[in-house]
């Protein structure tokens, strides 16, 4: 495995197209030789508090961005008590562990690893974990991601003399803006040989029942990206000073705001999906002044990157055009799809980085695979039809780059108050749900690698 870094260069040809029958056929042979999704639940459920434990003790020291030192270290102590070699550290305090043979075929399964600068209400049974870091808060669940995603480790690990090829699991910093996805492969694969056949990461999501699953073949997530812009005038005195040299750039703000509401009701088909939110606007600070600057910004969303460059390229044309014809210059600075995004200097204090999200697109046959193992692990009752939705996520680098598929976990529950949505400061999980959620990491594990010929065939008893 070229040293243990990760390896995702070019996606490979799938084994074969995918449907609910040859699901069903990949559940029923790994049940004949002792991996049935049944056992796999079984096992992680007696490992609840231990999930749970783990997960609370991620939550209590939550940090941001890059700036994961003591969020690697708990990871890689667990890692380490399991016995699993690891690559250390990729893209600063990333981690890509490693279970398995070391051969091909080879797939990995993916965990963000960065919380939020939110500072946590104590909510009905959190006070015993709630986070000891003012501002920082684990509110999207990556505490949970972390948590599920080792426990499936321990499974797979206590299973790893079935596994003749490899499981690489792939703790990613950085996913709340900062691209921390691109930045692994931009390291992780300078030196690689080979590569990951598939890839397969999970979402909590306060909007699907405790016990559920929500997928989705296609896009499932949008390309995000962010936009800030400085129209620049002439101040001075709000009536005395008009017709006399003052430029206004309020009035050529409030042109373009209103012009950019056209992009998406007259550009974009409509049969397709777009978003431009102007979200701010910032200029002057006194009642009979102009100001010589106003600064707005906002976020441009879209599910293909055909999409996402052309509300991009009119909102750019739209800005432009009507700040000279009202008089106006301006500076615009835009997110970028491009590799070097991460190296863009100069950018607002706002921007996490310079990087625009590609969108999250499931494939087809990672839809099926993922589908079937669900399916087997909570019958087909319980794994929903997921609705695209138009936030970020940027496990959609690794997809790209390699079949995937990402999936949304339930972990709502009305009666514990678990239906508070992502980013919340009153965000609270059901811990009910992490057992589950590593029992799939497990089973599509097994599934992925059973299709790609990557199990013993050997009857496995614990």
Known sequence: LAGGVLLLLVASAAAGRFDAGRSAVLATELEAIGLSSASIKAEATTMGE????????????PELMYDLTETAAIVREVLDELKIPYKYPVA???IVATIGSGKQPVIALRSDMDALPVNEEVMEGTADFVSQRPGKMHACGHDAHMAMLL?????LKAREKTLTGTVQLVFQPAEEGGAGGLAMLLEGVSDSTDNVKRIFGMHVWPWLPTGSFGMKSGPI???????EVVVK????????????????PTVAVAAAITSLQSIVAREVAPTDQAVVSVTMIHGGDAYNVIPAQVTFGGTLRAFSRTTYDLIERRTKEIIQHTAAAHGCDVDMFFTSFADDCLKTTGLPGAFASGCTYPPVVNDNDMFFLS??????????????????????????YFAEKVPANFVYLGIGNAAKNTTVGLHSPSFKLDEDALALGAALHVTTALHALHDLGGLSTAKFEL
């Open 221 to 227: 997530m949008a390309g995000a990206g962010s936009f």
């Open 151 to 155: 426990a499936a480790a321990k499974l």
């Open 233 to 248: 005038g002439k101040g001075g005195h709000a009536a005395a000073g008009v017709g006399m040299g003052v430029v206004d």
């Open 50 to 61: 231990w999930i749970v434990a783990l997960r609370r003790r991620l939550h209590k020291t």
């Open 92 to 94: 600063s305090h990333g």
């Open 371 to 396: 589908h079937g193992a669900a399916t087997s692990l909570v019958g087909a009752e319980f794994v929903k039809e997921a609705t695209a939705t138009m936030g970020g996520e940027d496990f959609a």
